[in-house]
């Protein structure tokens, strides 16, 4: 999941109460009947939301980053302000957290019925969250953390949804680290995939991450705690407003070039994923064991039928291969 490069934020105010207000949609996969009422309830909760953070909340802290007045303004309208919705103390209340959250747009709903259908298979009585705002993936799952609290984020282009129940472990563990994310299929490092100057925005060098294994943004599960929201959200986001960072001169995400030692550079950039791997190595000082999945069992994968069985065979990720019967 890549950040849309020619994406260029320069969403007003305006625009951003118009799509965030009217165009959330909320899925209750459980209880098709409340839909409707769910869905006016959001819509107030949002618009009450966005009143407090414009009346009361005091100025975000920008540091180094030299962001623009709008971008200050933008980031307190994603929740970076005195007034942050964290957990636990913002949700005490919650017993469905985390709920599933992932955005989609017309050229990728496929994507959000797939999921929603493993939802439905595997985990019936978990609510789904739909964003179709057309915004970043920082911004939708941003935006969701601030409802909620705590969140399963799946990618908007990942073709890669739940093939088990068994999230037990992996929430366990995201409520003691904050963050729970897996590791790429390839094993590659972050180095490996990241702009040399991206480090350096962040005032780092590649070499410190070279022994990094490098985390897919596609799934994760995340908790708004303060540590998340001050360390790992705010940075990201900050990053993500700056094209400086985001985007540096000649990054591109195609024509990689794997070289030995496997740790260079390869010339693909995987942009908003290659920023979340510099500030998770810096978050939790290079030990990925704290934020990178430690359990067993295989929770996303492909479930697709072939001609050779009447049983749908499961492709999974992150693990060995699995049939589900």
């Known amino acids: 999941m890549y950040m849309e490069i020619d994406m260029r934020l320069k969403h007003t105010v305006i625009l951003f109460f118009f799509i965030l207000i009217t165009t959330i949609a909320i899925w209750l996969v459980s209880t098709p009947t409340s839909n409707i009422q769910t869905i006016v309830t959001e819509t107030h909760k949002q618009i009450t939301s966005l009143k407090l953070i414009k009346s009361k909340s005091k100025p975000v802290q920008t540091h180094h980053l030299g962001l623009t007045e709008l971008n200050v303004v933008y980031l307190e309208l994603l929740g970076f302000s005195s007034l942050a919705r964290l957990f636990p103390s913002n949700f005490e ?22 999921l929603v259908e493993s939802v439905q298979k595997h985990l019936h009585n978990k609510t789904v969250v739909i964003f179709d705002l057309g915004l970043g993936s920082y911004e939708l799952l941003k935006q969701a953390l601030n409802e909620y609290g705590a969140i399963i984020w799946i990618g908007r282009e990942t073709e890669e949804y739940f093939v088990s129940a068994d999230i037990n472990a992996a929430v366990a563990q995201a409520q003691k680290s904050g963050i729970v994310a897996w590791m790429l299929d390839t ?29 897919s943004s596609s799934h994760l599960v995340i908790y708004n705690t303060k540590e998340i929201h001050n360390n790992v959200m705010l940075p990201w986001v900050q ?24 740790y260079l550079y390869s010339g693909c950039h995987h942009y908003d994923e290659s920023a979340l791997n510099i500030i998770l190595g810096q978050a939790f000082n290079f030990l990925d064991n704290k934020y990178t999945y430690s359990g067993n069992s295989v929770i996303f994968g492909r479930e697709m039928t072939t001609n050779s069985s009447s049983f749908p065979e499961t492709t999974a990720r992150y693990s060995l291969d699995v049939t589900v019967s």
């Open 187 to 215: 094993g590659d490092a972050t180095s490996t995939l990241t702009h040399p100057k991206m480090f350096s925005y962040f005032k780092t060098t590649a070499a410190k991450y070279r022994f990094q294994h490098m985390i």
């Open 239 to 262: 990053c993500a407003l700056s094209y400086s960072c985001i985007s540096p001169t000649g990054a591109e995400a195609n024509y990689c070039n794997l070289r030995k030692p496997r």
């Open 93 to 114: 209340n919650s017993h469905s957290i985390p709920i599933i959250v992932t955005g989609a747009t017309s050229g990728n709903y496929e994507n959000a019925i797939l």
